[in-house]
């Protein structure tokens, strides 16, 4: 599906989301969501479920968008004592890159937020990035066969294209994602440039994506 069609039925879901959370209670600061990978309620009970997958436990160096939702993603990620590389705002500093070695002891949760990556790691152009095991992206919305909306930029499939292109990562790759029960939904329009996820968690379960079946 492509075209402005695509682009409109895919505004109308992320609006339609956006509102739905807000009016469910279950939209977390930052404020306003809208025009946000926005962040929820029980994300840190899906950054869990994340972290007992077997996807999760083989990692040895994560790949994570910098967005508010995912934080809890990305200190499980240094707690377990992974590599964490996430993209810096925007990209416009590309990437930051935090290894639990050079990390001092109890300060892994400040290290996940986007000030204190910046303080303890150090940051890199794309191509210099380090060989990726787990993928990790934010969205406003998602479908059971793991298509996904993020807010809007591109910046997601952005990142998942320059990794590709320097080699840190491949077809087979693991690409996960955190939610909300209430954002995942039965159909998300796409087009030949979307990167689906094979992982989705939410605050109650782990759904893999059934690609084979659309």
């Given at each position: 599906?492509?075209?402005?069609?695509?682009?409109?039925?895919?505004?109308?879901?992320?609006?339609r989301i956006w509102h739905k959370m807000e009016k469910a209670g279950v939209a977390r600061p930052p404020f306003p969501i809208k025009g946000r990978i926005p962040n929820f309620v029980g994300a840190e009970k899906a950054a869990s479920l994340l972290s007992q997958t077997l996807e999760f436990r083989r990692a040895s160096i994560v790949?994570?968008?910098?967005?508010?939702?995912?934080?809890?993603?990305?200190?499980?990620?240094?707690?377990?004592?992974?590599?964490?590389?996430?993209?810096?705002?925007?990209?416009?500093?590309?990437f930051v890159v935090v290894?639990?070695?050079?990390?001092?002891?109890?300060?892994?949760a400040?290290?996940?937020?986007?000030?204190?990556?910046?303080?303890y790691g150090r940051?890199?152009?794309?191509?210099?990035?380090?060989?990726?095991?787990l993928f990790i992206a934010g969205s406003v919305a998602v479908d059971v066969h793991g298509y996904r909306l993020g807010k809007g930029t591109g910046y997601s499939d952005l990142e998942h294209h320059l990794l590709k292109e320097v080699g840190a990562i491949s077809e087979d790759t693991p690409k996960a994602t955190t939610v909300h029960d209430v954002q995942v939904v039965p159909y998300v329009p796409r087009d030949s440039w979307d990167i689906p996820?094979?992982?989705?968690?939410?605050?109650?379960?782990?759904?893999?994506?059934?690609?084979?079946?659309?």
């Amino acid at each position: 599906m492509g075209g402005g069609s695509s682009k409109t039925s895919k505004d109308y879901i992320r609006n339609r989301i956006w509102h739905k959370m807000e009016k469910a209670g279950v939209a977390r600061p930052p404020f306003p969501i809208k025009g946000r990978i926005p962040n929820f309620v029980g994300a840190e009970k899906a950054a869990s479920l994340l972290s007992q997958t077997l996807e999760f436990r083989r990692a040895s160096i994560v790949f994570s968008n910098p967005d508010s939702p995912q934080k809890p993603v990305r200190e499980l990620v240094l707690r377990h004592g992974k590599t964490l590389v996430m993209a810096t705002p925007r990209l416009s500093k590309g990437f930051v890159v935090v290894e639990p070695r050079l990390l001092p002891r109890g300060k892994e949760a400040e290290a996940s937020t986007i000030r204190g990556a910046f303080a303890y790691g150090r940051t890199i152009d794309p191509s210099q990035s380090p060989p990726v095991d787990l993928f990790i992206a934010g969205s406003v919305a998602v479908d059971v066969h793991g298509y996904r909306l993020g807010k809007g930029t591109g910046y997601s499939d952005l990142e998942h294209h320059l990794l590709k292109e320097v080699g840190a990562i491949s077809e087979d790759t693991p690409k996960a994602t955190t939610v909300h029960d209430v954002q995942v939904v039965p159909y998300v329009p796409r087009d030949s440039w979307d990167i689906p996820v094979d992982i989705i968690a939410t605050p109650t379960k782990l759904i893999y994506a059934k690609r084979s079946v659309v």
